[in-house]
């Protein structure tokens, strides 16, 4: 008897401890409709499922009440209307675009479109459940299902039989595998089945997702503590979900037109003398640059707000004649503040107690390039407003673009304590729940006080650290990368998974941040960064110099050319941005945004490839092959420079000399051009050059014009035409549309591009002159607000 007693309680305690180590959301107990969704009292947890819009369901899962907070949200539940069914054992939520079914035993999620079709469900199994405080949601894999997104992560495009993790990392030098890097955006898209679907998770403390990786049941997320907090977009095409995502979390403002322009950086340039001869070489070549950078060698002893006398004796007039040469200058900030007796900004910091601190209220310190230093908690709203304030200095001497680096945070060891903490809006928290979103309230910090100190001109702001939401504040680089033919082709994945994934104004450190470039990868990385929002060489101290003309006069010839090119693209290129600015559509598109379900994008071979703006196709191609292999997905292509054409859903061989990058422009493609510049604010002839590609169909293009510099265009000083072309009627419109402002040009000059029968054209019913040279035709037409052309 004493034997089965013991048995039995063994077998009880077992089974406690196997509860224990994997609890389940449990059974529905009972539900209450609210005004924007159902809130269910569970066995073991409440959920709530709310409508944002009539795609967007948000899942919040917690075994306890907490405050509702969000640094990357901006969105509030919208009043959309939907309806709210008990049918037998499970419930339904339902709007005119989607329906959550909720299974009330146990308690599980399926996600369907308006046709009824699955697009998301729980693993039948496990669904939410918590392993001590860490809480994951399983998810069943769908057939041949596919994930792309989840922003700065290396491997391929389709993310399936891989797990990554979320927690922002100083990783110099990272392997093409490597992971984690420096940004967390635990946002990614499915597709599978000719359907798509997108899942935000939106908790700061590391998470990790597994597509399949070790397993062949299920896909999974996880957070290390806090709540199952995320938001399921059900949209029926991968540019309406990122409509949707950059709905909840925000979208891009016009960047300053200077900051599109060539910029040129190292660590570092110094001292003064070296920085006016290499801005003068610039000029003196007629090489187009607009930027030039100082890195952390610029400051007394690494000391932020700060200048080297030494290095550095005038930087106010040192400031004036660079900008007398057309240059802007971005400096480095870092958030470590030197302990210093004197120092201005750490006695300020100390006295008012805007450093992180320990929980028996000692300041945090930690060693940076300063040496020992604090961090400001940018998690408080005083903090923010002081460090913003303290780029006054900066600002009056005519400094206009900002740096976040070294803001993971990072420091020697790279391992902050899990328990110092954070004011979290006036929610202490521990640096768990704040480290992924450092580097993003640091950005913020300082967007929101240059924005205050510059008169209304628009600030240039660039991070490494950031979280979901960050494409708000401030452009993204990818940090320490390196010098190889295979990190200049991860760096165009890297730079389309961050677009895929909310974030428009990236780019990469071109060149290689470490190791030595070849002439050639130099020359190939610049054809490729030609093409990229974000367009920077950066380069290791102690690496050989990265200037065009550093490789030989060939090299400079191409780069050159490669550089012109840039900046007569900028008309296109700014247009995008606006279409980017009003939804959240990136610059750089990933093949699969508009190919989603053509299997030849997601091959390693052809994974690379992207669409800059619409209709330019890029395929980025080591610097080694004069020949490569391509594939065209469906249309009609043209070879720029060439005029080849070639049909589309299909692999071609093409050349891939140092000169011409393969780049193809799209049937129908509308193209606006400039004149070429040596910089941004100088000025361009009055002709705008508009190149029309032949296409079947009917294509549209949103030109946008702003002064490029303050913020007028939001209150209406800007131009906005549509520019439209009809491949069957064989007509071109051009007509104003919205703002105030008169255009730049006077005149537009029509590039027509594989247009044989082309002999009689009239404008607005009238016969302009027409030039034909080769394949191409122009004509040239006074700008009004409207210009119909047919023939």
Not at 163 to 179: F, R
Not at 769 to 776: H, N, T
Request: net charge neutral.
């Amino acid at each position: 008897m004493k034997r089965l007693h013991f048995t039995f309680l063994f077998l009880f305690c077992h089974l406690l401890q196997a509860q224990h180590l994997n609890e389940s959301l449990g059974s529905l107990k009972e539900f209450k409709k609210t005004d924007s969704g159902v809130r269910i009292e569970a066995s073991n947890a409440v959920l709530e499922a709310t409508v944002y819009s009539s795609s967007i369901i948000r899942i919040r899962i917690s075994k306890e009440e907490s405050k509702d907070f969000s640094y990357a949200m901006i969105a509030s539940p919208s009043t959309t209307k939907f309806d709210l069914k008990e049918v037998q054992d499970r419930i339904e939520l339902i709007t005119d675009s989607v329906r959550l079914s909720i299974q009330k035993t146990p308690l599980r999620i399926r996600f369907f479109n308006k046709q009824g079709q699955i697009l998301n469900e729980d693993d039948p199994a496990f669904g939410t459940s918590w392993i001590g405080n860490e809480v994951t949601t399983y998810k069943r894999l769908q057939k041949g299902e596919r994930f792309i997104g989840l922003g700065e992560k290396t491997g391929n495009l389709d993310r399936r039989g891989r797990a990554y993790v979320n927690w922002n990392n100083d990783y110099y030098g990272y392997p093409l595998n490597g992971d984690p890097l420096y940004q967390s955006t635990p946002f990614y898209i499915g597709i599978h089945n000719q359907r798509t679907y997108g899942l935000f998770l939106d908790n700061t403390y590391r998470t990790t997702f597994n597509f399949g990786a070790s397993n062949d049941r299920f896909s999974s997320f996880a957070a290390e503590d806090g709540e199952m907090n995320y938001y399921l977009i059900g949209n029926s095409n991968i540019p309406e979900i990122i409509k949707s995502y950059t709905q909840l979390t925000g979208r891009t403002e016009m960047p300053p037109l200077w900051s599109l322009g060539f910029q040129q950086c190292r660590y570092s340039y110094y001292p003064y003398y070296k920085v006016m001869a290499m801005a003068r070489n610039f000029r003196e070549r007629k090489i187009p640059a607009d930027v030039i950078y100082f890195d952390i060698h610029y400051m007394d002893a690494y000391k932020v707000f700060s200048w080297d006398t030494t290095r550095f004796p005038d930087p106010l007039k040192m400031l004036k004649e660079l900008k007398d040469l057309g240059f802007h200058v971005v400096v480095i900030i870092d958030p470590g503040i030197k302990v210093e007796e004197k120092y201005a900004a750490y006695m300020s910091g100390l006295k008012d107690k805007y450093f992180v601190r320990y929980p028996d209220d000692s300041v945090y310190t930690a060693e940076v390039w300063p040496s020992w230093s604090h961090f400001p908690d940018f998690t408080s709203p005083k903090v923010r407003e002081w460090w913003g304030a303290q780029f006054k200095s900066y600002v009056d001497q005519g400094v206009d673009g900002f740096w976040n680096d070294m803001n993971e945070p990072a420091s020697w060891g790279n391992k902050p304590p899990e328990l110092i903490e954070f004011d979290f809006e006036g929610n202490k928290s521990t640096h768990k729940r704040a480290h992924n979103v450092y580097g993003m309230q640091m950005t913020r910090a300082t967007a929101e006080g240059t924005k205050k100190l510059m008169g209304g001109r628009r600030p240039f702001i660039l991070t490494r650290a950031g979280y979901s939401g960050i494409q708000r504040y401030s452009s993204v680089w990818t940090g320490d990368n390196v010098a190889s033919d295979e990190h200049m082709l991860l760096g165009t994945r890297l730079v389309n998974s961050m677009g895929i994934s909310g974030i428009p104004f990236t780019g990469t450190d071109i060149g290689g941040f470490a190791g030595e470039p070849s002439p050639e990868l130099y020359q190939r990385w610049m054809s490729i960064g030609a093409f990229t929002p974000f367009f920077r060489v950066h380069s290791m101290i102690g690496s050989k110099d990265r200037e065009p003309w550093s490789f030989g006069e060939d090299v400079e010839a191409n780069v050159k050319a490669i550089l012109e090119r840039r900046y007569q693209l900028l008309p296109y290129l700014y247009s995008c941005f606006f279409e980017s600015s009003q939804s959240g559509i990136p610059i750089n598109r990933s093949l699969a945004i508009h190919y989603t379900h053509d299997p030849f994008i997601y091959l390693p071979e052809y994974q690379n490839e992207f669409l800059f703006g619409p209709s330019i196709l890029v395929a980025p191609v080591p610097s080694t092959q004069r020949y490569s292999k391509i594939y065209l997905p469906e249309g009609t292509w043209y070879r720029w420079g060439s005029d080849e054409m070639c049909k589309g859903k299909s692999e071609i061989i093409t050349s891939s000399t140092l000169d011409s990058l393969p780049v193809f422009m799209k049937g129908g493609a509308i193209i606006p051009i400039q004149s070429t510049l040596q910089y941004t604010d100088q000025k361009t002839t009055d002709t705008l050059y508009v190149h029309i590609y032949n296409g079947k169909t009917k294509t549209s293009f949103t030109y946008y014009e702003d002064d490029g510099k303050t913020y007028d265009y939001q209150s209406g000083k800007f131009l906005k035409a549509e520019l439209t072309f009809d491949g069957k009627q064989k007509t071109f419109t051009w007509e104003k549309k919205e703002g105030t402002m008169a255009s730049k040009f006077k005149t537009i000059q029509l590039v027509c591009h594989g247009f044989d029968q082309f002999t009689q054209v009239k404008v607005q019913d009238k016969a302009p002159k027409l030039s034909i040279s080769g394949k191409v035709k122009t004509l040239t037409i006074p700008l009004t607000d409207r210009i119909t052309t047919k023939w």
